[in-house]
Structure formats: C-alpha cells, structure tokens
C-alpha cells in the first residue's frame, strides 16, 4: 500500500510532520489515536484509567487489521507513540506502507511536551527520567519496524516533512 507510516516517541512531531507531509505530496493525514478516540467515544487517558495501557495496544492492532482489510492507501499516517512496541504492530505497519521512524533526544522530547497533561504515561514524579527510559526501551522496536530512520531534533517541521518525502520517494 502506498502510504507513509509516521513513528516514534511523543512529542517527536509525528502529527504536526505528518499533516505537512499530507499537504506536500497531496495525501490524507490520519492519526491512530484520534481515530480510536473517535471509535471509543472518550479520550486516550479516559481509555488508559478504565481498560489500562493492554487494551488500549489491543485497539491499535485491530485499528492497522482494519486498515489494511479495507486497503487504505494515500495515507500519511500518525501512530501512537506504543504502537510498534507490540511485537504483532510491526508486520501491519510494513504492510500498511513506508515505515519512517522520527528519531528524538530525550530532552528535546520534554521540553516538547513539559506542560501537557493530557500524556498518560507521563503522569509519574520524573517525567524526564521517564522519557529516558522509555526511548531507550522502545528504540530497538522502532528500528524493527523502519525502513526509514530520520533524526528530527534540529529539523524544523517543514525540514523534516521535505526529508521523510525525499527519504520515501528515494526507498520506492
């Protein structure tokens, strides 16, 4: 399917990059936790403090299932900072499109996000230790499901929607 899978931590600019790109190269923006906001009926943290983090992974995977069912394509699509954390999420994602993952600094990160409240996983004493090591656990599972690595800390959204369109029509 030809479309452009966007990954990485939060705060990494995955949407702000995505609905660039989508305007650049005349594709649709899509982001997986609105649309599974929008399938619930409540909010990602809503979602974390009723059902927890699992079933919350459980609704990412069937989203991508769905996807690639009705063959969904002309995408720049926006994932959940977890998804390719959950083994079965990488395999969809290759098949959904262009995997490109949005390489961030944990500092760059947290200055990104330092005031937003609406992050679950953040919600700890140190959340700048937090982040730390929540790059460093996911890493190896971005890298898996890549076919692009981009590092985006010193690029400005524009720079980096150019790059990832110029990395993917390269990759073709």
């Known amino acids: ?3 452009i899978i966007l990954a990485g931590y939060m705060g990494c600019g995955k949407t702000t990059v995505g609905k660039r790109i989508a305007e650049l190269a005349k594709y649709t923006f899509a982001d997986t936790d609105e649309m599974i906001v929008t399938q619930q009926g409540r909010s ?15 609704m990412e ?9 009705d063959k969904s394509d002309g995408l720049v699509l926006s994932t959940g900072g977890g998804m390719p954390v959950r083994e ?14 949005m390489r961030v600094m944990p500092d760059t990160v947290y200055e990104r996000i330092k005031g937003d409240t609406t992050r679950p996983l953040l919600q700890c004493g ?9 790059i460093t656990g ?7 499901a890549a076919k692009i690595v981009i590092d985006v800390d010193n690029l ?3 720079e980096a929607a150019e790059e990832i369109i110029k990395r993917v029509e390269n990759k073709a």
């Not at 990602?44 to 459980?58: L, V």
């Not at 079965?88 to 993952?101: F, Q, S």
């Open 44 to 58: 990602i943290s809503e979602i974390f403090e009723k059902d927890g983090e699992e079933a919350f992974r459980a």
């Open 61 to 69: 995977t069937a989203l991508l299932e769905k996807m690639i069912a």
């Open 1 to 3: 399917m030809n479309n």
């Open 126 to 134: 140190n959340p700048p230790e937090r982040i730390k090591e929540m």
């Open 88 to 101: 079965e999420n990488r395999p969809l994602l290759k098949r959904l499109g262009t995997v490109v993952y």
């Open 156 to 158: 400005t959204p524009q």
């Open 138 to 144: 996911r890493t190896p599972a971005y890298e898996a």
